[in-house]
């Protein structure tokens, strides 16, 4: 597979050799060299003129930034496969490209590895992750330095030129495109792959450091707009001073009208929290962009008397509940599921004026969540769920992030996080996990939690059961089992770092 190197460059004479004598230094058999210089005035072009031999395709170019020079570099590229090394970056070791397309799926999209952060002569190592859970964690707002550490660097990732070519970088981002791209190409189901693999030195001190009010702004802006809770993502970058306040985001639902400005808590009228007053004449929300609803969420206070909410999708009724005075939390389960992007109503009984004045309020709303479908088709309550290769075409669906492939009789979980995800029309009550224990490992042990509640945590055994009634979604929404084995490691020459063997799953 022939592999594009891009270098894009804008006055950086002093740091260009360094970078192409790290590209002209791999030993793939088959690499184009492209360089991309934005018209520099500084040395550049006598850099350049140096290595025009070594050069497979020099363009010279008047570029709206460097992501529109990559955007460009990516239509004058050859090969199947490109890769940004900007100058002043370098490749970790001669045979960095090697060791990638060695291992790279036919099916890949983009494939990634580890990168080096060099800044002021400190090198720090980043590995990155399975994006998949990446993803995940963005969805449920968990943004954290080590999440944003690793995140792939463009300086590790090998893209399908023709993806890139289809999607393109948004130059509307100034410092942080490359991450919008990976971010809309797992949101559109592209194949990601992780190859364990140290690949490039990035070298800190650049454009992104330099604009870092404007790269902790667009970063905001991009992972809200990936997440179902942008308030976490807002409160992690910016505290309780967000300039997006209380905007949310298409993978969460928004609200179109009836929820009036945010106020602090109204302990005169028994409001204990900061809460959006509901309008008398109802509110009006879109439901997430990415999936089917089955319900919704509401919390707040009730300062009046007794109150009913009908819920409607295009004037059909999808639920009524009952609000009662004072503090409440209710969970709506909709008659039927509703289509990504549905406009619902919801409409209270009455409204009471505040303060005298003309304003009708209905409820103070602390917050609302809406309930997607699951991404797995429902199983059956009594249904035993095998985790083997003959079970394989069935269950594929349900292993999340962390395992192995499926064995004869089980399939090893990876590390020390693993997650199984199960959706059930109806209650579940319990599980019984039939698992095996690591045999390098003495004593071990295994945390096994669902939905973020710890429900078993003791050996490692083929009959362990946990009770999960209190905790397990209904409805056809997905259930994460999550099992976090005591240690992991190899086993005899078997070199993959192996938890539990996990063979069935009963839901009782």
Same mark, same amino acid.
């Given at each position: 597979?022939?592999?594009?190197?891009?270098?894009?460059?804008?006055?950086?004479?002093?740091?260009?050799?360094?970078?192409?004598?790290?590209?002209?230094?791999?030993?793939?058999?088959?690499?184009?060299?492209?360089?991309?210089?934005?018209?520099?005035?500084?040395?550049?072009?006598?850099?350049?003129?140096?290595?025009?031999?070594?050069?497979?395709?020099?363009?010279?170019?008047?570029?709206?930034?460097?992501?529109?020079?990559?955007?460009?570099?990516?239509?004058?590229?050859?090969?199947?496969?490109?890769?940004?090394?900007?100058?002043?970056?370098?490749?970790?070791?001669?045979?960095?490209?090697?060791?990638?397309?060695?291992?790279?799926?036919?099916?890949?999209?983009?494939?990634?590895?580890?990168?080096?952060?060099?800044?002021?002569?400190?090198?720090?190592?980043?590995?990155?992750?399975?994006?998949?859970?990446?993803?995940?964690?963005?969805?449920?707002?968990?943004?954290?330095?080590?999440?944003?550490?690793?995140?792939?660097?463009?300086?590790?990732?090998?893209?399908?030129?023709?993806?890139?070519?289809?999607?393109?970088?948004?130059?509307?981002?100034?410092?942080?495109?490359?991450?919008?791209?990976?971010?809309?190409?797992?949101?559109?189901?592209?194949?990601?792959?992780?190859?364990?693999?140290?690949?490039?030195?990035?070298?800190?001190?650049?454009?992104?450091?330099?604009?870092?009010?404007?790269?902790?702004?667009?970063?905001?802006?991009?992972?809200?707009?990936?997440?179902?809770?942008?308030?976490?993502?807002?409160?992690?970058?910016?505290?309780?001073?967000?300039?997006?306040?209380?905007?949310?985001?298409?993978?969460?639902?928004?609200?179109?009208?009836?929820?009036?400005?945010?106020?602090?808590?109204?302990?005169?009228?028994?409001?204990?929290?900061?809460?959006? $007053? #509901?309008? =008398?004449?109802?509110? !009006?929300?879109? %439901?997430?962009?990415?999936?089917? /609803? &089955?319900?919704?969420?509401?919390? +707040?206070?009730?300062?009046?008397?007794?109150?009913?909410?009908?819920?409607?999708?295009?004037?059909?009724?999808?639920?009524?509940?009952?609000?009662?005075?004072?503090?409440?939390?209710?969970?709506?389960?909709?008659?039927?599921?509703?289509?990504?992007?549905?406009?619902?109503?919801?409409?209270?009984?009455?409204?009471?004026?505040?303060?005298?004045?003309? $304003? #009708?309020? =209905?409820?103070?709303? !602390?917050?609302? %969540?809406?309930?997607?479908?699951? /991404? &797995?088709?429902?199983?059956?309550? +009594?249904?035993?769920?095998?985790?083997?290769?003959?079970?394989?075409?069935?269950?594929?669906?349900?292993?999340?992030?962390?395992?192995?492939?499926?064995?004869?009789?089980?399939?090893?979980?990876?590390?020390?996080?693993?997650?199984?995800?199960?959706?059930?029309?109806?209650?579940?009550?319990?599980?019984?996990?039939?698992?095996?224990?690591?045999?390098?490992?003495?004593?071990?042990?295994?945390?096994?939690?669902?939905?973020?509640?710890?429900?078993?945590?003791?050996?490692?055994?083929?009959?362990?059961?946990?009770?999960?009634?209190?905790?397990?979604?209904?409805?056809?929404?997905?259930?994460?089992?999550?099992?976090?084995?005591?240690?992991?490691?190899?086993?005899?020459?078997?070199?993959?770092?192996?938890?539990?063997?996990?063979?069935?799953?009963?839901?009782?």
């Amino acid at each position: 597979m022939k592999v594009t190197v891009a270098t894009v460059a804008l006055n950086a004479a002093a740091e260009l050799p360094l970078t192409l004598e790290s590209i002209l230094g791999q030993d793939y058999p088959d690499l184009e060299l492209l360089v991309v210089d934005g018209a520099s005035w500084d040395e550049s072009a006598e850099v350049l003129a140096l290595y025009r031999d070594d050069i497979d395709r020099l363009e010279i170019i008047e570029d709206g930034g460097i992501f529109d020079a990559m955007n460009r570099a990516a239509d004058f590229a050859s090969g199947e496969m490109i890769l940004f090394l900007n100058a002043g970056d370098l490749f970790h070791s001669k045979s960095a490209v090697s060791k990638i397309m060695e291992r790279t799926r036919p099916t890949a999209d983009i494939v990634y590895g580890n990168h080096i952060y060099r800044d002021k002569g400190v090198e720090i190592f980043r590995p990155s992750w399975d994006f998949r859970m990446a993803m995940d964690a963005l969805r449920r707002g968990a943004v954290s330095a080590q999440w944003l550490e690793r995140f792939p660097a463009h300086q590790a990732t090998f893209t399908r030129t023709e993806l890139l070519r289809q999607m393109r970088y948004d130059t509307a981002f100034r410092v942080c495109a490359d991450h919008d791209f990976f971010l809309r190409a797992m949101a559109t189901g592209r194949e990601a792959q992780f190859v364990d693999e140290l690949v490039s030195v990035y070298v800190g001190g650049g454009f992104s450091l330099q604009r870092h009010e404007l790269l902790k702004l667009e970063w905001n802006a991009l992972h809200r707009s990936f997440s179902e809770q942008p308030d976490s993502i807002d409160a992690w970058y910016y505290g309780g001073a967000s300039p997006f306040g209380d905007a949310r985001s298409p993978l969460a639902g928004e609200v179109i009208a009836g929820l009036h400005v945010r106020e602090p808590a109204l302990i005169s009228r028994g409001i204990n929290h900061p809460f959006r $007053f #509901m309008s =008398a004449d109802g509110a !009006r929300f879109v %439901t997430p962009n990415d999936r089917r /609803t &089955t319900g919704m969420f509401i919390s +707040g206070t009730n300062p009046f008397a007794r109150q009913t909410l009908d819920f409607f999708a295009n004037g059909v009724a999808l639920a009524q509940t009952v609000i009662a005075n004072g503090p409440f939390a209710v969970d709506v389960l909709f008659n039927d599921m509703v289509a990504p992007s549905t406009v619902v109503d919801v409409e209270p009984e009455f409204g009471e004026p505040i303060d005298g004045g003309p $304003f #009708m309020a =209905a409820l103070a709303v !602390r917050d609302f %969540t809406f309930k997607g479908e699951s /991404t &797995t088709t429902p199983r059956e309550v +009594g249904t035993t769920l095998k985790f083997n290769k003959a079970s394989a075409g069935d269950n594929t669906e349900l292993m999340g992030v962390g395992w192995y492939n499926f064995e004869t009789t089980f399939t090893w979980s990876r590390g020390q996080h693993s997650e199984v995800r199960v959706a059930t029309l109806a209650g579940v009550t319990s599980l019984l996990f039939d698992m095996g224990p690591n045999p390098a490992i003495a004593g071990q042990t295994v945390t096994v939690s669902v939905n973020g509640h710890m429900v078993f945590e003791g050996p490692v055994a083929p009959n362990a059961k946990a009770d999960v009634g209190h905790v397990w979604r209904v409805g056809g929404q997905d259930n994460v089992i999550t099992f976090r084995p005591s240690a992991s490691m190899p086993v005899g020459d078997d070199p993959r770092d192996l938890g539990i063997a996990l063979v069935a799953i009963k839901l009782v």
